[in-house]
């Protein structure tokens, strides 16, 4: 395989402003290998680091993108030829955090187009420590790129899953159950076994959808108050005969509106897990959590760990990946960010290298 000795980007000179430059591949240190990238896909934190200038740990100039699948092709000699999906956070494996299994959140980690410089994963490489790479042996026909969106939107609603405690019987509600998040938390707690999948979200079409991959009922937030969204959410469960206390929330939207919905059904030994990034405040009553003896938590990330078994969920078809995937050259990608931000697609878009 030829190593270059530039790579080629698309780099956000400033919030709103990409430029097609190309930057020198550094010096590998021990540790650290070369990635081909063969695919990086269009994540919300993307588009909002772009659009609002969300601030990232590394200042513009920077390439962007933290969903990626590629080939090694420059490092450890024993790796090349390796086909790879890099986690959106790696970490240090050397603190106390890491020590205690909660690396994911591990303050040393490094983020692909956040905390690695200036290297991110809308290029044509890409350089990143191998210690945590999730290696593809057999990829079953399916394309490499499809597999980049592992590395957040499938893998974070894993970890999510995984803080939660989600088990076979468990009842569960999923806002934002459409979104590049949501469509996989949805899949991913049907596949853990859980009797109750309620998606909730604006689109009736992306609704009626999730029914075919995992939902058992969906509700439409479209010209309803919060009121009449609980109000439907409990004729349901009166309806089934399912209680409505011990429910698992996973707020994937990151909106103001979708966190409002999942702290109002948020109910006695309940819990609520915020699954999507956003920058609003909402005003909740904390004496209610205290009431109804529930929890919120916060989760981020994915730990390297989890990887593989979701890489094996996907290719064993518990998780469908490609119904919910378009492709398109990388060249497209402020026409990809201005469609991911107006919140109209049906499916997450990957950018596959085109310079």
Not at 258 to 269: C, D, K, M, T
Request: one cysteine or more.
């Amino acid at each position: 395989m030829s190593v270059p000795t530039k790579i080629d980007t698309w780099q956000m000179v400033e919030p709103g402003k990409l430029e097609r430059t190309s930057i020198d591949v550094p010096e590998l240190k021990p540790g650290e290998v070369l990635v081909e990238v063969a695919g990086c896909g269009v994540c919300h934190t993307d588009v909002g680091y772009y659009f609002d200038g969300v601030p990232t740990v590394n200042k513009p100039p920077l390439t962007l993108g933290h969903e990626v699948s590629g080939t090694i092709v420059a490092g450890d000699a024993s790796l090349i030829g390796k086909e790879v999906i890099i986690p959106a956070v790696m970490p240090c494996n050397n603190c106390e955090i890491c020590a205690s299994g909660r690396g994911n959140r591990c303050l040393k980690q490094k983020m692909p187009g956040n905390s690695m410089g200036i290297y991110g994963g809308f290029s044509s490489h890409i350089p990143v420590p191998s210690e945590d790479l999730c290696f593809i042996e057999d990829r079953k026909g399916m394309p490499l790129e499809y597999m980049s969106v592992i590395a957040d939107a499938i893998t974070s609603p894993y970890q999510a899953a995984m803080r939660a405690d989600l088990k076979e019987g468990d009842h569960v509600i999923i806002t934002g159950g459409t979104g590049g998040l949501g469509v996989h938390m949805t899949q991913i707690a049907a596949a853990l076994g859980a009797k109750e999948v309620i998606t909730i979200a604006r689109n009736k079409e992306k609704l009626e959808r999730s029914l075919s991959y995992g939902a058992t009922k969906a509700i439409s937030t479209l010209d309803k108050s919060i009121k009449d969204i609980r109000n439907e959410y409990r004729a349901y469960c009166k309806e089934k005969g399912l209680p409505g206390y011990g429910w698992k929330i996973f707020e994937c939207t990151g909106s103001k509106a979708g966190q409002e919905i999942g702290l109002e059904l948020l109910s006695f030994v309940g819990k609520l897990l915020v699954v999507g990034y956003g920058m609003h405040k909402v005003e909740y009553m904390l004496s209610r959590l205290m009431a109804f003896d529930a929890e919120i938590i916060g989760t981020w990330g994915c730990l390297p760990k989890y990887y593989k078994d979701v890489l094996n969920m996907v290719l064993e078809g518990k998780i469908k990946l490609e119904p919910f995937v378009d492709v398109r050259p990388m060249s497209q990608i402020e026409k990809a960010f201005e469609e991911s931000h107006a919140g109209k697609l049906t499916k997450r878009i990957v950018l596959t290298p085109d310079f």
